[in-house]
């Protein structure tokens, strides 16, 4: 199973809106709607952020919004802010009955 | 509140075996899984399987079957993930991560990752 791509960076000003994209197949982000975010600080835990394509867990800024179209999901980080900043992976349910991560984006606020 | 607490770093020589433990609390356990996701240093996350809590089942990614073991320990409320004939490309932070039911969810609550260094 192939990792999800994604880009490797994206940057953005405070208060920016930036996108972040993962591709993947129809065995996996297009047929599915299992695709889930995570943030990640450097030597921390990743978190939750978004699951199954566009829903918010408990406790996540609404300035984290999800989506997809395709075989492409999207992470769209609005009003951006310095804590924002870190790796972001996503991840998807499989035709194999498992999970596949994406190659993961580091998000810089310059 | 949901915690996953893993146990301490292991140094292991290639070819040995690791047994990394996540102690679970805050929520009814037997009602979930566990996820296994391991990171090495600088790269993405790598999903390993799942065990369910509820009744043993287990279902690992095809790299690693043959050679990991899951499993849960309901009145101790702990997982444990085994993984034998170590590589020195497989030191890594091992993570495990609440799972409700099976991988169409997300997991949700992560352990602080255990990292595990194979070299000679």
């Known amino acids: 199973q192939s990792a999800l791509t994604q880009p490797a960076s994206v940057s953005g000003s405070p208060g920016q809106s930036i996108t972040i994209s993962c591709t993947g197949t129809?065995?996996?982000?297009?047929?599915?709607?299992?695709v889930a975010w995570y943030q990640q600080h450097p030597g921390r835990a990743p978190k939750l952020m978004i699951y199954?394509?566009?829903n918010r867990p408990s406790g996540v800024s609404n300035r984290f919004s999800g989506s997809k179209s395709g075989n492409t999901a999207s992470l769209t980080i609005s009003g951006l802010q310095a804590e924002d900043e870190a790796d972001y992976y996503c991840?998807?349910?499989?035709?194999?009955?498992?999970?596949?991560f994406g190659t993961g984006t580091k998000v810089t606020v310059l | 509140q949901v915690q996953l607490v893993q146990s301490g770093a292991e140094v292991k020589k290639p070819g040995a075996s690791v047994k990394v433990s996540c102690t679970a609390s805050?929520?009814?356990?037997?009602?979930?899984?566990i996820s296994w996701v391991r990171q090495a240093p600088g790269q993405g996350l790598e999903w390993m399987g799942w065990?369910?809590?509820?009744?043993?089942?287990?279902h690992y990614a095809h790299k690693f079957q043959g050679r990991v073991t899951m499993t849960t320990h309901t009145p101790t409320t702990t997982a444990y993930m085994e993984l034998r004939s170590l590589r020195s490309d497989e030191t890594a932070v091992y993570f495990c991560?609440?799972?409700?039911?099976?991988?169409?969810?997300?997991?949700?609550?992560w352990g602080q990752g255990t990292l595990v260094i194979v070299s000679s």
């Open positions: 991560a609440r799972l409700w039911v099976g991988p169409t969810h997300s997991p949700d609550y």
């Open positions: 991840s998807s349910y499989t035709s194999s009955d498992t999970r596949v």
């Open positions: 129809s065995s996996d982000v297009g047929g599915y709607n299992y």
């Open positions: 199954d394509v566009t």
């Open positions: 805050g929520y009814m356990f037997g009602s979930y899984g």
């Open positions: 065990v369910s809590a509820y009744n043993g089942d287990t």
